[in-house]
């Protein structure tokens, strides 16, 4: 199946065109037992917010699992995330190769 192309960047099958906002996926469903509730959320939020360009992060947990976005200022910090960031291991939380970090289908809404 051909994978379409904005701007010369390939995006693959199943993925969305660059913008500032980052979807994170592989996050853990429930803190490791012993740790507090928030440990998840900490983590992202501490790696993420020293990022060049980082704006904020909206995190939620639910039943059926956590989701988190991040903004940054623009499209040039966001893809510097992702280059940097995508599989790291979140202090040992994200199993099975770590968070993966994509282009977020939509923008955070302000």
Same mark, same amino acid.
Do not use: W
């Given at each position: 199946?051909?994978?379409?192309?904005?701007?010369? $960047?390939?995006?693959?099958?199943?993925?969305? +065109? +660059?913008?500032?906002?980052?979807? $994170?996926?592989?996050?853990?469903?429930?803190? +490791?037992?012993?740790?507090?509730?928030? $440990?998840? %959320?900490?983590?992202?939020? %501490?790696?993420?917010?020293?990022?060049?360009?980082?704006?904020?992060?909206?995190?939620?947990?639910?039943?059926?699992?956590?989701?988190?976005? $991040?903004?940054?200022?623009?499209?040039?910090?966001?893809?510097?995330?992702?280059?940097?960031?995508?599989?790291?291991?979140?202090?040992?939380?994200?199993?099975?190769?770590?968070?993966?970090?994509?282009?977020?289908?939509?923008?955070?809404?302000?």
């Amino acid at each position: 199946m051909p994978t379409s192309t904005l701007s010369g $960047v390939d995006l693959g099958a199943d993925r969305s +065109p +660059p913008i500032n906002t980052l979807y $994170v996926g592989n996050i853990p469903m429930s803190p +490791p037992l012993g740790c507090t509730p928030g $440990v998840i %959320e900490d983590c992202l939020r %501490e790696l993420f917010q020293t990022r060049p360009g980082y704006e904020k992060l909206l995190f939620r947990q639910k039943r059926t699992g956590s989701m988190c976005y $991040v903004e940054f200022k623009d499209v040039s910090s966001a893809t510097k995330a992702i280059d940097e960031l995508d599989g790291n291991a979140l202090n040992g939380l994200a199993k099975d190769g770590g968070i993966h970090l994509s282009y977020s289908k939509n923008p955070l809404h302000r």
